[in-house]
């Protein structure tokens, strides 16, 4: 629109000492199929007076720069909420915050902020959100959605020759309800193998399990290649990031809500920590004790070398079901025993340790402690 006011300035000269219509019409014509402008249009634009654009009546600006100044403090004060949520604070802190000093503004700008709209807050503090998102994406910690794209999904095609991949989950020991803190197990399986190990902590944090991660990877006879965990933010964040990227491991997630792709952990869940602990709340330090002790010791070592494994040989459809097959069932340190990926010395110390153990006695050990344990939940029952 601007480059055709420019060429009507000329044309309208030409167009005014132009003596005869014919020559006003030849203009009107070459304009008009230059332009693409109706004829009576450009007619009324060359009479008009003024070819400027009229300047939009500016509204006297209601907010000040004193309200701008102590609604942008007050959205510090709260934790850089939203505009709906911030309408709602300044009608009832306004007040509050002038009588504790934190603001110091007359009545009149205290009142309207108490009128301010939820979308003018939002267009008042447009360039203050801007500088927050620049400052935090150079600082502060990721979102955990920012995580997930760098880390990538796998499903249950697993390589089983390869020893040294490991999935894990959390299972949780809350009862019927998870109000409160209670224990929670780490699992952790190595998929070529069926080797399992435990962990229980008090908590889900991430430093928590962190922690417990550590400590199940030292007690494990073979070298770790790879994790695989679910969505859980115990395990998508950048502790355990950062600590893969230094030890070289590989990094893997399962689909958002998707157990099956996590099936290797989700049978150990059941057969090692839920058939033995069962559904029960465990919410003190002295179930956590019993637990770990067990972990550590008389369950590992009873799953680990007396609980035949049987793995997936191949599977095919026939018809409308699924025909599978299994190889001959083995215990994890069997398994280990015949993988060519464990150093000769490894192998000497499990078998070792698998002469030295009696099943019937890790059995027994076992049974006493889990009677420990249910004691301790009934005391703390009548408590």
Known sequence: ???RNEYLKVVKERYFVSRTKKERSQIL??????????RKYVIRKIHRADLRPKQRKKRKEKYDGQVKAALAKIWEIFDYPCGQRLKSLLEAEVDRLRGFGEIEIPKEAALKLKMISSATIDRKLKHQREFLRLSRSKSDPKPGYLLKQKIPIRLTQWDTSNVGYVEMDMVVHCGSSSLGEYINTLSVTEVSSGWWEGEAIMGRSQEHSFWALRKIRERTSFDWKGIDPDNGSEFINQI????????????TRSRPNRKNDNAYIEQKNWTHVRKVFGYLRYDTYEELMIINNLYHNELRLYKNFFQPVMKLASKERVGSSIKRKYDTPETPYRRLMESDQIPEEVKEELEGIYLSLNPAQLKRSIDTKLAKLYKAYEEKRRA
Do not use: I, W
């Open 240 to 251: 355990l990031y950062k600590y893969c990227q230094r030890e070289k491991l590989e990094f």
């Open 1 to 3: 629109m601007h480059s």
């Open 29 to 38: 014509d070459e304009y008009c199929s230059n332009t693409g402008q109706s």
